[in-house]
Protein backbone atom coordinates (compact mmCIF):
# COMPACT_ATOMS: atom_id res chain seq x y z
CA UNK A 1 0.00 0.00 0.00
CA UNK A 2 0.88 3.49 -0.78
CA UNK A 3 1.20 6.11 1.57
CA UNK A 4 1.10 10.13 0.14
CA UNK A 5 3.70 11.84 2.44
CA UNK A 6 5.37 14.72 2.77
CA UNK A 7 8.27 16.19 5.31
CA UNK A 8 7.40 19.19 7.00
CA UNK A 9 7.99 21.78 9.60
CA UNK A 10 4.63 22.69 11.99
CA UNK A 11 3.79 25.92 13.01
CA UNK A 12 3.40 27.48 16.76
CA UNK A 13 -0.12 27.85 17.78
CA UNK A 14 0.03 31.83 17.29
CA UNK A 15 1.45 32.27 14.39
CA UNK A 16 -1.20 29.55 13.09
CA UNK A 17 -3.89 31.71 14.82
CA UNK A 18 -2.91 34.96 13.21
CA UNK A 19 -3.29 33.01 9.36
CA UNK A 20 -6.28 32.00 10.94
CA UNK A 21 -7.70 35.59 11.21
CA UNK A 22 -6.44 36.50 7.58
CA UNK A 23 -7.86 33.06 6.06
CA UNK A 24 -11.02 34.33 7.75
CA UNK A 25 -11.49 37.57 5.91
CA UNK A 26 -10.05 35.58 2.96
CA UNK A 27 -13.00 33.13 3.08
CA UNK A 28 -15.47 36.20 3.08
CA UNK A 29 -14.30 36.74 -0.55
CA UNK A 30 -16.37 34.32 -2.43
CA UNK A 31 -13.57 33.80 -4.23
CA UNK A 32 -12.87 30.31 -6.15
CA UNK A 33 -10.13 29.03 -4.50
CA UNK A 34 -10.06 25.93 -2.00
CA UNK A 35 -8.48 27.83 1.44
CA UNK A 36 -6.75 25.63 3.66
CA UNK A 37 -8.10 24.49 6.76
CA UNK A 38 -5.81 26.23 9.87
CA UNK A 39 -5.00 23.17 11.29
CA UNK A 40 -3.21 22.06 7.89
CA UNK A 41 -1.09 24.91 8.00
CA UNK A 42 2.59 23.93 7.57
CA UNK A 43 6.33 24.70 5.95
CA UNK A 44 6.66 21.69 3.66
CA UNK A 45 10.43 20.90 3.18
CA UNK A 46 9.98 17.88 0.74
CA UNK A 47 6.71 16.46 -1.12
CA UNK A 48 7.25 12.61 -1.03
CA UNK A 49 4.11 11.55 -3.32
CA UNK A 50 3.22 7.87 -2.77
CA UNK A 51 5.86 5.99 -0.58
CA UNK A 52 5.46 2.57 -0.93
CA UNK A 53 4.17 1.70 3.05
CA UNK A 54 7.45 -0.51 3.47
CA UNK A 55 9.71 2.48 2.99
CA UNK A 56 8.65 4.63 5.89
CA UNK A 57 11.00 3.24 8.34
CA UNK A 58 14.16 4.25 5.64
CA UNK A 59 12.57 7.40 5.37
CA UNK A 60 12.61 7.77 9.19
CA UNK A 61 15.60 6.60 9.97
CA UNK A 62 16.81 9.07 6.87
CA UNK A 63 15.44 11.78 9.14
CA UNK A 64 16.55 10.65 12.35
CA UNK A 65 19.66 11.49 11.28
CA UNK A 66 19.01 15.16 10.03
CA UNK A 67 17.08 16.05 12.79
CA UNK A 68 19.85 14.46 15.13
CA UNK A 69 22.59 17.04 13.34
CA UNK A 70 20.28 19.58 13.41
CA UNK A 71 20.61 22.40 15.96
CA UNK A 72 16.38 24.32 16.95
CA UNK A 73 16.37 27.37 15.51
CA UNK A 74 13.29 29.88 14.16
CA UNK A 75 11.98 30.98 11.22
CA UNK A 76 9.58 34.06 10.51
CA UNK A 77 6.72 33.79 8.58
CA UNK A 78 5.85 37.25 6.98
CA UNK A 79 4.29 38.72 3.60
CA UNK A 80 1.76 37.03 1.39
CA UNK A 81 2.09 36.32 -2.05
CA UNK A 82 1.47 33.99 -4.70
CA UNK A 83 2.60 31.30 -7.44
CA UNK A 84 3.78 32.32 -10.11
CA UNK A 85 2.49 35.63 -9.09
CA UNK A 86 -0.20 37.72 -7.46
CA UNK A 87 -2.26 38.96 -10.75
CA UNK A 88 -2.43 35.27 -12.10
CA UNK A 89 -2.12 32.87 -8.91
CA UNK A 90 -2.52 29.57 -9.06
CA UNK A 91 -1.79 29.34 -5.12
CA UNK A 92 -1.26 31.27 -2.70
CA UNK A 93 0.97 31.56 0.34
CA UNK A 94 2.16 33.45 3.52
CA UNK A 95 5.90 34.02 3.21
CA UNK A 96 9.01 32.62 5.18
CA UNK A 97 12.12 34.09 5.56
CA UNK A 98 14.96 31.94 3.73
CA UNK A 99 17.38 31.53 6.66
CA UNK A 100 20.44 30.16 6.00
CA UNK A 101 19.47 27.32 9.19
CA UNK A 102 16.03 27.04 7.12
CA UNK A 103 17.69 26.42 3.84
CA UNK A 104 20.81 24.20 5.23
CA UNK A 105 18.08 21.71 6.71
CA UNK A 106 15.65 21.83 3.15
CA UNK A 107 18.87 20.90 1.23
CA UNK A 108 19.73 18.34 3.55
CA UNK A 109 15.87 16.27 3.71
CA UNK A 110 16.36 17.25 0.00
CA UNK A 111 19.68 15.12 -0.53
CA UNK A 112 19.00 12.23 1.72
CA UNK A 113 15.72 11.48 0.43
CA UNK A 114 17.49 11.56 -3.49
CA UNK A 115 19.27 8.82 -1.99
CA UNK A 116 16.15 7.06 -1.09
CA UNK A 117 15.41 7.31 -4.72
CA UNK A 118 12.95 10.29 -4.79
CA UNK A 119 13.03 12.45 -7.41
CA UNK A 120 14.68 15.91 -6.58
CA UNK A 121 13.01 19.17 -6.85
CA UNK A 122 13.46 21.08 -9.98
CA UNK A 123 12.12 24.61 -9.05
CA UNK A 124 14.38 26.51 -6.90
CA UNK A 125 12.92 25.65 -2.81
CA UNK A 126 11.05 28.65 -1.74
CA UNK A 127 10.05 28.18 1.55
CA UNK A 128 6.26 29.56 2.12
CA UNK A 129 3.02 28.27 3.92
CA UNK A 130 0.10 27.43 0.89
CA UNK A 131 -3.24 29.07 2.11
CA UNK A 132 -5.25 28.52 -0.72
CA UNK A 133 -5.72 27.08 -4.65
CA UNK A 134 -6.79 29.06 -7.06
CA UNK A 135 -9.74 27.33 -8.75
CA UNK A 136 -10.85 29.88 -10.82
CA UNK A 137 -9.83 33.48 -11.82
CA UNK A 138 -13.66 33.82 -10.15
CA UNK A 139 -13.96 36.60 -7.15
CA UNK A 140 -9.88 36.89 -7.58
CA UNK A 141 -9.56 41.00 -7.09
CA UNK A 142 -10.90 41.25 -3.57
CA UNK A 143 -8.35 38.47 -2.81
CA UNK A 144 -5.84 40.64 -3.89
CA UNK A 145 -6.67 43.29 -2.38
CA UNK A 146 -6.87 41.71 0.73
CA UNK A 147 -3.66 40.01 0.32
CA UNK A 148 -1.91 43.35 -0.65
CA UNK A 149 -2.77 45.04 2.88
CA UNK A 150 -0.75 42.25 4.13
CA UNK A 151 2.54 42.31 1.97
CA UNK A 152 4.53 43.16 4.90
CA UNK A 153 2.67 41.60 7.79
CA UNK A 154 4.83 39.53 9.67
CA UNK A 155 2.39 36.57 11.39
CA UNK A 156 4.90 35.91 13.72
CA UNK A 157 8.44 33.78 14.69
CA UNK A 158 8.02 30.28 14.70
CA UNK A 159 10.54 27.67 16.68
CA UNK A 160 11.80 24.66 14.88
CA UNK A 161 12.72 21.78 17.41
CA UNK A 162 11.97 19.07 15.03
CA UNK A 163 11.09 17.23 11.44
CA UNK A 164 7.66 15.70 10.58
CA UNK A 165 6.90 13.48 8.50
CA UNK A 166 3.20 13.30 7.74
CA UNK A 167 0.75 10.88 5.76
CA UNK A 168 -1.98 13.15 3.24
CA UNK A 169 -5.09 11.29 3.01
CA UNK A 170 -7.39 13.18 -0.04
CA UNK A 171 -10.86 13.11 0.51
CA UNK A 172 -14.07 15.34 -0.84
CA UNK A 173 -13.73 17.41 2.40
CA UNK A 174 -9.89 18.14 2.18
CA UNK A 175 -6.82 16.31 3.28
CA UNK A 176 -6.29 14.95 6.43
CA UNK A 177 -2.69 15.41 7.53
CA UNK A 178 -1.14 12.86 9.76
CA UNK A 179 2.23 12.90 11.84
CA UNK A 180 3.44 9.35 11.46
CA UNK A 181 7.01 10.44 13.08
CA UNK A 182 8.31 13.75 14.91
CA UNK A 183 11.99 14.06 15.12
CA UNK A 184 13.71 16.24 17.24
CA UNK A 185 16.61 18.42 16.49
CA UNK A 186 18.60 16.92 19.52
CA UNK A 187 22.11 18.57 17.61
CA UNK A 188 24.47 20.51 20.86
CA UNK A 189 25.53 24.00 20.23
CA UNK A 190 29.48 23.68 19.88
Not at 14 to 40: F, I, S
Not at 51 to 63: F, G
Request: hydrophobic letters at 40%.
Amino acid sequence: MAIRSFVALELSEDVRERLKDLLQQLRQTKAAVKWVEPENLHLTLKFLGEVPESQIEEIVNALKSIAQATLTFSFTVCGVGGFPNLNRPKVLWAGVEASENLMTLQRMVEQAMERLGFSPEERTYHPHITIGRVKAMVGIEEVKMILSKNLGTVFGVVPANHLTLFRSDLSKEGPTYTPLAKLPFTAKKG
